[in-house]
């Protein structure tokens, strides 16, 4: 058998299920997934291998109509991960069907030249006949060469895409260790890991306006793993919540992060994290390079 390997764009709306479907396709997690919209601020590459293929899953902030410069910068990133792709799969929440978002990202769609894959996510919330009436919706809109129904959480129809995508791939040979999950670092997991707490933790726009610097990731001689992350905050008001009542919220965050990476990392894992006010990081251009974007202007 001849080896395979490509690189395959997941893009789509804000909480279409991006994040939780590369996970599935990879077999682990290797995105940070939330209830709010905006979760994934950069591409990171899920590796999945399916037989003789390894498929390069790259994972994109959701599409939407930018306003600040860290919008700006997210939105390029997701249409710039298209622009290198063998194939561009387009995940659509079936739940929440067609809009005038979906409706914008199918005109910039209609112009690209990359081989098209529809993936109707979240199947298990919606009845076959709407599903069947969206699919039948969007073929007409978009030249598509395949289409896909799925749950990314529950499972269903993911072995069947994974395949498609296996067979889909250029012949080549694998461009990753077979063992490599993914094409971040410890550094940036962990930054990401601390973030989907933020996430989940935190309520309103703070997720938002908020990010996390690394200031110190150092292995220690016993194999474990010392990381100091800053959570940065705009205003005095959210450093307070971020805090909670005696430092209550920030240990909660803490420990649940710490937790959940010393499961990925499979090794001790000590987490510091301090809290920052600093009402301009959004115009920080270092925190651009750290986070794994490109300065907008
Ligand atoms: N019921 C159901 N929920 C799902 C499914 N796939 C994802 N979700 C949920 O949808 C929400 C958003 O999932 P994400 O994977 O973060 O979505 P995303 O497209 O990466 O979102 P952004 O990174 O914000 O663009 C989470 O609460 C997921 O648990 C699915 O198949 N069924
Ligand atoms: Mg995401």
Not at 52 to 73: S, V
Not at 217 to 222: A, L, Q, T, V
Request: charged residues 30%; contains cysteine.
């Amino acid at each position: 058998m001849t080896e395979r390997c490509g690189l395959v764009a997941v893009v789509g709306a804000p909480n279409a299920g991006k994040s939780t479907l590369v996970n599935a396709l990879v077999g682990q997690k290797v995105a940070i997934v939330s209830p709010k919209a905006q979760t994934t601020r950069t591409r990171i590459m899920g590796i999945a291998i399916e037989g003789e293929a390894q498929i390069l899953l790259l994972d994109t902030p959701g599409i939407f109509e930018p306003k600040r410069r860290l919008d700006r910068a997210m939105v390029a990133a997701a249409w710039g991960g298209a622009a290198e792709a063998d194939l561009i799969a387009l995940v659509v929440d079936a739940e929440s069907g067609s809009s005038r978002r979906l409706e914008a990202m199918l005109e910039t769609l209609e112009k690209r030249r990359e081989p098209k894959f529809l993936v109707l996510n979240k199947v298990d919330l919606v009845k076959k006949e709407s599903l069947l009436a969206l699919a039948s919706q969007l073929g007409e809109r978009l030249a598509l060469e395949d289409i896909f129904f799925v749950s990314a959480t529950s499972g269903d129809g993911v072995a069947e895409l994974k395949q498609a995508l296996a067979a889909r791939v250029p012949e080549g040979p694998w461009h990753f260790p077979e063992d490599q999950v993914s094409d971040a670092t410890d550094r940036m997991l962990a930054a990401e890991v601390t973030r989907e707490q933020l996430y989940l933790q935190l309520h309103a726009e703070l997720p938002y306006e908020s990010a996390i610097d690394t200031e110190k990731f150092e292995e220690r001689k016993d194999g474990s793993v010392a990381i100091h992350q800053q959570i940065l905050v705009g205003r005095d008001s959210q450093k307070a919540i971020v805090l909670g009542k005696g430092g209550t919220r920030i240990r909660a965050i803490g420990e649940a992060a710490r937790k959940e990476l010393a499961q990925l990392l499979g090794r001790k894992v000590h987490l510091f994290l301090h809290v920052k006010v600093n009402p301009k990081w959004e115009e920080d251009r270092g925190l651009y390079r750290e986070i794994g974007l490109d300065w907008v202007e």
